[in-house]
């Protein structure tokens, strides 16, 4: 059984920086992209920034110049350093993985921007 377990969000003021981090464990066939995703309250799930097993990566144009996704993948760990914070940027923050076994979702962080 495959578990992504997040860390790092929390309660910021607008313009600073959080750095969240996902794990995963388990048996894990071959993992090809993780990345972030987020949820604001009343809004559907969207797509923050995801990166390859090869590094490539792609973000939401909302995000891009401000926030920051890597992995470990020796670690099987993915991370994303988000930085000029905005309130708009909150909401429920999961981690994804997709793998040639199938993809998981993590429980969520919660992210909070205060004005």
């Known amino acids: 059984q495959v578990q992504l377990v997040e860390s790092g969000g929390g309660l910021v003021q607008a313009g600073g920086s959080l750095r969240l981090s996902c794990a995963a464990s388990?048996?894990?066939?071959?993992?090809?992209?993780m990345g972030w995703y987020r949820q604001a309250p009343g809004k559907q799930r969207e797509l923050v920034a995801v990166i390859s097993n090869g590094g490539s990566t792609n973000y939401a144009d909302s995000v891009k110049g401000r926030f920051t996704i890597s992995r470990d993948n020796a670690k099987n760990a993915v991370y994303l350093q988000m930085n000029s914070l905005k309130p708009d940027d909150t909401g429920v923050y999961y981690c994804n993985l997709d793998s040639r076994g199938g993809g998981y979702w993590g429980q969520g962080t919660q992210v909070t921007v205060s004005s």
């Open positions: 388990g048996s894990i066939f071959r993992i090809d992209t």
